[in-house]
């Protein structure tokens, strides 16, 4: 999702802006740019693509501007084009803004524009907040920002320079993050943690706004010194890739003391009653295949709905039941106005998320956190197998406990299919068309195999219950067509053969995720994972099925990390 970045300092500001943008990029983008004031103009520098792109033209600027603002933009309104890119002009160049977010009463504000003569060069909401700037500005850029900010609807976290103000730099927010650092002779703001680097950082409080210098950063709210909520970022070592070819693989490979450290948080806290989960992809996929361990732990009937579309659903009376959200990056539009809205209906709100202090935190009234630390790839690993062990430990009566505290080296074990998960990848980036198929809890880890798979390979990939193939989808079926089988309940055993026979019979090649001989023995190919009770076993299972997505990415020169059009939090309904 679109990025932030500003710094104002000692430093030289393109190279400064550039570096601020890389650590931005895992949030996915489609193009990027940079603004500063030099000689009393503001100066902006766009290229749709990649940061190197930019960077190609950024090569040649020399400049003594020492204070500027840049952004990576994910494409909302308006397709990814130079004009559609940030940062924006104000109608009389005086001001410059960096947004991300969505302004919800744009139509209004354009009108308002346009009735003063302005006419927007761009198809995107954030261009009006510069022209707005500057209509409100009367030599006083702090009191132009409050004024603006009290006239936009929706979410927001804008960065700003005015060219009277050279070297300072003016933010405000609403919902949308925005982190501020302070540091000797210098101050910078990034949309999250890992690019803000200094000796103190800040949250931007909801609704507050701040001035940028050299000198430090003077927070206000409602026109008055206000004081922002200082918050530890993440330490330099956990943004890199440690020795890893891509963030993807380190993460992979951190899921057992992820999935450890979650178990140990949620310590002796357990769910109980009538649950309803709420949650967007890879977290509705760790919901969904959590629902036959809540229904036994809880003993009451469970479900899971995607976020969107509990918005929209029919508002049935939530009270005395529990709606769980879950969230890695606890930012996601939908999720958090799924909470709002489980709320307003009288369900009792708890989230799980693995960032403490996120906009999903404030708006449930319990939370657990799950402590995965940051996630880079676009595509979750950790995300979702710290899901599911917060499940399993907050579903397990004391008979379980045991096996819920060795599932960390489950997990581990599970990562020793490495090599055949790279062998059997060849299948996937050569293929048409993919399927991965489970019942029960396998059900939930086929849905998350394939999009997995399909995320971050573009190989259209099709996740169901092993059940439901026979009921159209098996047509799709043919020579070497392939199709991965989860395996985990022994009492499911004999439905498992029947589904790798009926594939098999049409010429599909069945991939075997499971701990048992026979089943693999009546399978092309096994990917063997340890056998867990099954209940438990979606933390453990969906482990080859993310080495086999990965393996065939790299195969296919995929860009794994930063797949096209997705973006690492999606901030907008
Ligand atoms: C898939 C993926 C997405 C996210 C979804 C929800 O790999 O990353 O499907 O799972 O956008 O994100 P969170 O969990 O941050 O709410």
């Given at each position: 999702?679109?990025?932030?970045?500003?710094?104002?300092?000692?430093?030289?500001?393109?190279?400064?802006?550039?570096?601020?943008?890389?650590?931005?990029?895992?949030?996915?983008?489609?193009?990027?740019?940079?603004?500063?004031?030099?000689?009393?103009?503001?100066?902006?520098i766009k290229s749709v693509g990649r940061i190197a792109l930019l960077e190609e033209k950024l090569a040649d600027v020399r400049t003594d501007a020492r204070c500027g603002i840049g952004h990576t933009r994910w494409a909302t309104h308006g397709r990814p084009t130079e004009i559609n890119c940030h940062p924006h002009l104000s109608f009389g160049k005086k001001f410059a803004v960096v947004h991300n977010g969505i302004i919800e009463n744009c139509r209004k504000l354009q009108t308002l524009c346009e009735n003063r003569g302005i006419t927007p060069v761009s198809d995107t909401d954030s261009e009006l907040i510069a022209h707005l700037l500057e209509l409100n500005y009367e030599g006083d850029a702090l009191s132009a920002v409050r004024r603006t900010a009290a006239m936009l609807e929706g979410s927001f976290a804008v960065a700003a320079l005015c060219s009277d103000a050279p070297d300072e730099i003016y933010a405000f927010r609403r919902s949308s993050p925005l982190i501020i650092g302070v540091g000797k002779g210098m101050c910078c703001l990034a949309s999250d943690g890992c690019a803000?680097?200094?000796?103190?950082?800040?949250?931007?409080?909801?609704?507050?706004?701040?001035?940028?210098?050299?000198?430090?950063?003077?927070?206000?709210?409602?026109?008055?010194?206000?004081?922002?909520?200082?918050i530890q970022t993440a330490d330099a070592?956990?943004?890199?890739?440690?020795?890893?070819?891509?963030?993807?693989?380190?993460?992979?490979?951190?899921?057992?003391?992820?999935?450890?450290?979650?178990?140990?948080?949620?310590?002796?806290?357990?769910?109980?009653?009538?649950?309803?989960?709420?949650?967007?992809?890879s977290s509705y996929n760790a919901a969904l295949a959590a629902i036959p361990l809540t229904e036994r732990g809880t003993g009451a009937e469970a479900?899971?709905?995607?976020?969107?579309?509990?918005?929209?659903?029919?508002?049935?009376?939530?009270?005395?039941?529990?709606?769980?959200?879950?969230?890695?990056?606890?930012?996601?539009?939908?999720?958090?106005?799924?909470?709002?809205?489980?709320?307003?209906?009288?369900?009792?709100?708890?989230?799980?998320?693995?960032?403490?202090?996120?906009?999903?935190?404030?708006?449930c009234r319990r939370n657990i956190l799950t402590h995965a630390g940051p996630e880079i790839s676009v595509a979750t690993t950790k995300g979702f197998t710290s899901q599911a062990a917060a499940l399993a430990a907050l579903l397990t009566g004391a008979e379980e406990e045991d096996a819920v505290r060795r599932l960390p080296f489950?997990?581990?074990?599970?990562?020793?299919?490495?090599?055949?998960?790279?062998?059997?990848?060849?299948?996937?980036?050569?293929?048409?068309?993919?399927?991965?198929?489970?019942?029960?809890?396998d059900c939930g880890a086929a849905y998350e195999g394939a999009?997995?798979?399909?995320?971050?390979?573009?190989?259209?990939?099709?996740?169901?219950?092993?059940?439901?193939?026979?009921?159209?989808?098996?047509?799709?079926?043919?020579?070497?067509?392939?199709?991965?089988?989860?395996?985990?309940?022994p009492a499911l055993k004999d439905k498992t053969l029947l589904t790798a026979a009926t594939v098999r019979a049409r010429g599909g090649t069945v991939i075997a995720v499971t701990a048992d001989d026979e089943v693999a023995a009546a399978c092309d190919f096994t990917l063997r994972i340890p056998f867990v009770p099954p209940l438990l076993s979606p933390a453990v299972s969906v482990v080859p099925l993310q080495l086999l997505a990965y393996?065939?990415?790299?195969?296919?020169?995929?860009?794994?990390?930063?797949?096209?059009n997705l973006a690492k939090s999606v901030t907008v309904e």
């Amino acid at each position: 999702m679109c990025g932030i970045i500003g710094y104002t300092g000692a430093d030289d500001i393109v190279r400064a802006l550039a570096g601020g943008l890389e650590k931005l990029e895992y949030r996915g983008y489609d193009s990027a740019g940079i603004a500063f004031a030099e000689h009393g103009r503001l100066r902006v520098i766009k290229s749709v693509g990649r940061i190197a792109l930019l960077e190609e033209k950024l090569a040649d600027v020399r400049t003594d501007a020492r204070c500027g603002i840049g952004h990576t933009r994910w494409a909302t309104h308006g397709r990814p084009t130079e004009i559609n890119c940030h940062p924006h002009l104000s109608f009389g160049k005086k001001f410059a803004v960096v947004h991300n977010g969505i302004i919800e009463n744009c139509r209004k504000l354009q009108t308002l524009c346009e009735n003063r003569g302005i006419t927007p060069v761009s198809d995107t909401d954030s261009e009006l907040i510069a022209h707005l700037l500057e209509l409100n500005y009367e030599g006083d850029a702090l009191s132009a920002v409050r004024r603006t900010a009290a006239m936009l609807e929706g979410s927001f976290a804008v960065a700003a320079l005015c060219s009277d103000a050279p070297d300072e730099i003016y933010a405000f927010r609403r919902s949308s993050p925005l982190i501020i650092g302070v540091g000797k002779g210098m101050c910078c703001l990034a949309s999250d943690g890992c690019a803000a680097r200094a000796e103190r950082t800040y949250l931007l409080g909801d609704g507050q706004y701040a001035r940028l210098s050299s000198r430090g950063a003077e927070f206000f709210s409602h026109g008055k010194p206000a004081a922002p909520k200082r918050i530890q970022t993440a330490d330099a070592g956990s943004c890199e890739r440690g020795g890893y070819a891509h963030f993807m693989l380190k993460e992979i490979h951190e899921q057992p003391e992820a999935a450890a450290r979650t178990i140990e948080a949620v310590g002796n806290r357990r769910l109980r009653g009538e649950v309803l989960y709420l949650g967007c992809g890879s977290s509705y996929n760790a919901a969904l295949a959590a629902i036959p361990l809540t229904e036994r732990g809880t003993g009451a009937e469970a479900h899971a709905v995607t976020a969107g579309e509990f918005l929209f659903s029919e508002r049935v009376n939530g009270r005395g039941k529990t709606a769980v959200l879950l969230s890695q990056s606890g930012e996601t539009a939908d999720t958090v106005a799924a909470a709002e809205e489980a709320k307003r209906r009288g369900y009792a709100t708890v989230s799980i998320t693995n960032v403490p202090r996120s906009s999903l935190t404030r708006a449930c009234r319990r939370n657990i956190l799950t402590h995965a630390g940051p996630e880079i790839s676009v595509a979750t690993t950790k995300g979702f197998t710290s899901q599911a062990a917060a499940l399993a430990a907050l579903l397990t009566g004391a008979e379980e406990e045991d096996a819920v505290r060795r599932l960390p080296f489950a997990i581990e074990r599970a990562l020793g299919c490495d090599g055949d998960a790279k062998a059997v990848s060849e299948l996937f980036a050569s293929c048409r068309t993919a399927f991965f198929v489970g019942r029960r809890e396998d059900c939930g880890a086929a849905y998350e195999g394939a999009l997995k798979l399909r995320e971050i390979t573009y190989v259209p990939a099709m996740g169901l219950s092993a059940g439901e193939l026979k009921h159209g989808t098996i047509s799709l079926v043919e020579e070497g067509t392939p199709v991965v089988l989860i395996h985990t309940d022994p009492a499911l055993k004999d439905k498992t053969l029947l589904t790798a026979a009926t594939v098999r019979a049409r010429g599909g090649t069945v991939i075997a995720v499971t701990a048992d001989d026979e089943v693999a023995a009546a399978c092309d190919f096994t990917l063997r994972i340890p056998f867990v009770p099954p209940l438990l076993s979606p933390a453990v299972s969906v482990v080859p099925l993310q080495l086999l997505a990965y393996h065939a990415a790299v195969r296919m020169g995929r860009d794994v990390d930063k797949p096209r059009n997705l973006a690492k939090s999606v901030t907008v309904e």
